[in-house]
């Protein structure tokens, strides 16, 4: 590794390969194919020119164009655990070392780079052991900041944590090295200018094009398959039609081909989520009891089918509450998702729930991001800069607790399936909003950044 070290430090002295500014390395500490802004990242990157390493860990499968993609090569790294025995904070602190010195050495390694464009968080130990390596190497370091890792931390230890602090204090000394930053909000912007003296610009998360209304032939093809795993795309066992293929939500004429909606079919509510501690599922559990009881109550509203899509350390947890309930008039089920099914399921749902609140209050959830693209409007819990995606009685409806949520949803679905109530209003107003998509927003903020250090050339 020593050796390695040296002769890289040699090359970037005596002088950068011209081919160099062509190459970029996209690197995430976590898993990349639940690391969708960063494959993003790749893609614009391959559509001008470059060429991308793509480094993390190989978890879940990369969106399919990446994999695809001539000009992205994926570099796996391993999930390094540490020591299992002896006291929590040496534990962390081994898999802290284990991490420093796979990374560097995964770094030094590589074909020499123009770029080093990494995801924060996670950034301990990605964001020292990247800037080292791209000193030695000589190229470009960019920190794509999406949260702060240390407000994640304070979620499970408490923000008087030693360990908390020792990473809060890392992340602002080492972050101020990188040469060039992004942040998801204005709210993040403002905040590492102020309190990090960090100048950041801001991208957006916005939508691929493969986010969009899905039509109703793909929708009821999906039905199919999703039908053939969970129970709740099934059409009711007492329903029977002629050459009629059916859904619990779509038909299909088997002699003509014609799809169309099923009467009475239940309408389709979705939500996406990690299963992490900045997301308290029990707010929609409690939300759809109170459904239920306006159910019971006598109003008229559809039925529903809740779908809770995503991996994450507290799923399990989550399937037992749910599976202690008995709702009727309402179907859960949680299924995983292959990223190409989970943007047609997105085109296919009625209306969308998100329950993410930030652990720093300053970034924004990309589910919302991801359905607004498909023109579903959206249910969001309520945190500090929200608003900069979310406009309340316009795209969708900010609640703050499981009563409110309860609430909307009936407001909501008390005209379904018609179009004419709010809903349908904030699904028209997403349509004619003209929304910004993820290539457009991509060459305003980050190619121009690129280009011009081009220009510049390369140091030390």
């Not at 780079?113 to 030695?136: C, D, E, H, K």
């Not at 929609?284 to 039925?303: D, I, N």
């Not at 993410?356 to 800069?385: E, N, R, W, Y």
């Amino acid at each position: 590794l020593c050796v390695s070290c040296i002769r890289q430090w040699f090359v970037g002295l005596k002088g950068r390969d011209e081919r160099a500014h062509l190459n970029v390395c996209v690197l995430v500490l976590g898993d990349i194919g639940r690391s969708p802004r960063m494959q993003y990242h790749a893609l614009s990157l391959s559509r001008h020119g470059y060429n991308v390493t793509l480094i993390g860990f190989l978890g879940t499968k990369p969106h399919q164009d990446i994999l695809e993609d001539d000009r992205i090569d994926i570099l796996p790294i391993s999930e390094l655990k540490g020591l299992t025995v002896g006291p929590k904070i040496f534990r962390y602190a081994s898999k802290v070392i284990f991490q420093t010195f796979q990374l560097f050495y995964v770094l030094m390694k590589i074909e020499d780079q123009g770029y080093i464009l990494m995801q924060n968080p996670p950034g301990l130990p990605a964001i020292a052991v990247t800037w080292v390596a791209s000193r030695f190497r000589g190229n470009q370091f960019i920190i794509d900041w999406h949260n702060y890792g240390y407000t994640i931390m304070a979620l499970t230890h408490g923000q008087n944590n030693f360990i908390v602090k020792m990473a809060k204090w890392y992340e602002k000394l080492f972050g101020c090295f990188s040469d060039h930053n992004l942040c998801v909000t204005n709210a993040m912007r403002e905040d590492l200018r102020k309190n990090w003296n960090i100048k950041a610009t801001t991208l957006y998360d916005k939508p691929p094009p493969i986010f969009r209304e899905t039509p109703l032939k793909l929708q009821h093809e999906l039905f199919i398959r999703m039908g053939s795993t969970y129970l709740p795309f099934r059409p009711s066992p007492d329903v029977t039609k002629e050459y009629m293929e059916l859904t619990a939500f779509t038909e299909r004429n088997t002699q003509t081909g014609a799809v169309t909606h099923s009467s009475g079919r239940p309408a389709l509510l979705l939500s996406s989520t990690s299963w992490t501690e900045d997301e308290d599922f029990s707010i929609l559990l409690q939300a759809l009891e109170g459904y239920y009881k306006f159910v019971e109550a006598g109003h008229k509203l559809p039925s529903l089918v809740c779908v809770i899509t995503g991996k994450g350390p507290q799923k399990e947890y989550y399937k037992k509450l749910i599976d202690s309930k008995e709702l009727q008039h309402i179907k859960i089920c949680t299924p995983w998702l292959e990223a190409e099914d989970y943007p047609v399921l997105l085109g296919s749902a009625d209306l969308g729930v998100c329950l993410h609140k930030s652990s720093s209050g300053l970034d924004l959830p990309m589910k919302v991001v991801d359905m607004f693209g498909c023109c579903l409007p959206v249910c969001a819990i309520h945190f500090q800069c929200l608003h900069e995606l979310v406009k309340h009685e316009e795209n969708g409806l900010i609640f703050k607790d499981s009563k409110e949520l309860s609430e909307q949803l009936k407001l909501l679905f008390s005209d379904f399936p018609s179009d004419q109530g709010k809903l349908g209003i904030f699904r028209k107003n997403l349509r004619e909003s003209g929304q910004q998509r993820w290539d457009e927003n991509w060459d305003q903020n980050v190619l121009p950044l690129i280009k011009d250090d081009s220009k510049k050339g390369f140091h030390l």
